[in-house]
């Protein structure tokens, strides 16, 4: 049995099921109700469990409601109908359809479900009370506090941890899924600090955390603790590990997410150690240094491979955005930025080397316009599949005890051209950029491992001709941002008046610049 969000084609076996639930309605009202429905996709969601012959044989209807009788929190996720086909019941298919909308409601920022029935319904209010309802009034109104989420913030300041202000209670179940069974008691602790990139969209916190099992097993734990700014409030982060972790794609176990009275998301992750840091007599990778690493390097790009094959349920790709216009921005907005780094270089304000690159290639602005608009297309055509969307050096790490590689930051996952994660690593021809392998043969490895993993994977050479457009775009993209970062107008709030940042930011800029004026030259030669 397959519990389901509704599929276009599933409207005629809804409304059947309708009618059966609300015989009393007119066949025309419960088609009206499915309209509305469907014009607030947003606000409500219908959840199908399909039989394993493809037959349609229950669905719950959910919503969410800023309040309900009962309840304390808001949003309040609401059963607004619930129905199994008579020679389906009592096998379990109405309980997995309400944790369908459960879940659902979780993924919208509820800590709380809600629902009601007509008080002489006793086979309702029966079944309610075995999926863990209770009733809030006489009127035979439900609530149910949805396991693992928070209150909406300390009881009181005594209350509150160092963890952003969470209190003990609600930092308990976190601590007891790290340990795997009841605690008695915990504490916190703060040995290390966040270094390097620190990220636009979240606080960092990287706390040890000690406890003691009901057992009697002492232990700590090293985790990393984010909570997004409240410019990025309500589901970011979260969502997708738990759709990715039961694939099984490389990515840090996630210990629980938690909300703040804020509705800001804070996530507890496994802590890695994020390559592009030191650690210990480490020194941090680069770029270079890591494409030329042979042993992480081909790991890295068979991880990728695995998370751009993966083909998301229709659940999870229902939460995903599509970016069938990926390229499109950039593209409309090169001329401006190219005119920006032309003038300020030319005035002298990204520094000599920038200087000199401008004043001796005056024509180049139109040109790389024009070579920017001839990628339109080509990018608009390529297939989408599940992307990282931001998958650069500051975005991987190794897994403590055994050194695994791990993706990480994966608040940006879309459904985009499939292969723009690694035409960043892949895309640029052997003579640009040294790697440990030639790039045919690491476009080889990929190419296993993502048919490895399930995707249809095209033919070599269509896949180096991707990844290599997507390679200049990328360039074209890195303009306006290192433009910006050198200018002193970075995007990262802890970056501002860093004159060393400012400078390594002046140089990536000429770099991507660099490679554009490169293929310039090869297509004039």
């Not at 002492?218 to 972790?245: D, I, Q, W």
């Not at 030191?278 to 695995?306: K, M």
Request: hydrophobic share 40%.
């Amino acid at each position: 049995m397959i519990m389901r969000l509704l599929w276009p084609g599933d409207e005629p076996e809804w409304l059947r099921m309708r009618i059966a639930l609300w015989p009393r309605h007119s066949a025309e009202d419960l088609r009206s109700g499915i309209q509305s429905i469907l014009a607030n996709p947003q606000r409500e969601a219908v959840f199908i469990a399909e039989t394993p012959d493809g037959g349609l044989c229950g669905f719950v209807e959910v919503s969410l409601k800023e309040s309900a009788p009962g309840c304390s929190t808001s949003p309040v996720g609401y059963l607004e109908g619930w129905y199994v086909d008579p020679d389906r019941r009592q096998q379990g298919v109405g309980r997995q359809l309400v944790e369908a909308a459960e879940n659902w409601a979780r993924e919208h920022g509820c800590q709380e479900m809600a629902s009601d029935t007509w008080s002489d319904n006793a086979v309702s209010r029966g079944a309610h009370a075995s999926l863990g309802f209770e009733e809030a009034k006489v009127l035979a109104h439900f609530r149910k506090r949805l396991a693992r989420n928070p209150e909406s913030g300390p009881r009181s300041d005594a209350d509150a941890t160092s963890i952003f202000g969470l209190t003990e209670a609600q930092l308990r179940p976190i601590i007891e899924r790290i340990a795997g069974e009841p605690v008695i008691s915990f504490s916190i602790r703060v040995d290390h600090s966040v270094r390097g990139y620190y990220g636009m969209s979240a606080e960092k916190l990287i706390p040890t955390l000690a406890y003691e099992t009901k057992s009697g097993r002492a232990g700590e734990t090293v985790v990393f603790v984010k909570r997004f700014y409240a410019e990025y409030s309500g589901p970011r982060e979260a969502r997708h590990y738990h759709h990715l972790a039961p694939l099984r794609v490389a990515i840090p176990r996630i210990y629980g997410a938690l909300r703040d009275n804020q509705e800001r998301e804070i996530l507890f992750i496994e802590y890695v150690d994020v390559l592009a840091q030191p650690q210990g007599n480490r020194s941090a990778y680069s770029d270079e240094s890591f494409r030329t690493d042979s042993e992480l390097f081909p790991s890295f790009v068979r991880i990728v491979a695995q998370l751009n094959a993966v083909r998301p349920p229709a659940e999870y790709a229902l939460l995903l955005s599509r970016n069938t216009e990926m390229w499109e921005g950039s593209c409309a907005g090169t001329p401006t930025v190219l005119s920006r780094i032309w003038n300020c270089a030319i005035a002298g304000q990204l520094g000599e080397a920038l200087q000199r690159t401008c004043l001796a290639a005056p024509d180049a602005p139109a040109h790389l316009c024009r070579l920017a608009e001839r990628l339109r297309e080509p990018v608009k055509q390529m297939q989408l599949g599940l992307v990282h969307c931001d998958l650069f050096l500051e975005q991987i790490g190794r897994r403590w005890q055994t050194g695994d590689l791990l993706l990480f930051d994966l608040e940006d996952i879309e459904l985009a051209p499939r292969f723009y994660d690694i035409a960043y690593w892949l895309g640029a021809p052997d003579d640009v950029e040294r790697r440990c392998v030639p790039r045919k043969e690491l476009a080889r490895l990929y190419l296993a491992a993502y048919r490895k993993h399930g995707g249809a994977s095209p033919q070599e050479h269509v896949f180096l001709q991707d990844t290599y457009v997507l390679w200049l775009a990328h360039n074209f993209s890195f303009l306006g941002w290192y433009l910006n970062e050198a200018l002193d107008e970075p995007w990262e709030r802890t970056r501002r008046g860093d004159e060393g940042y400012r400078r390594e930011s002046q140089e990536q800029l000429h770099k991507h610049l660099g490679y554009l004026l490169g293929e310039l030259a090869r297509q004039t030669a």
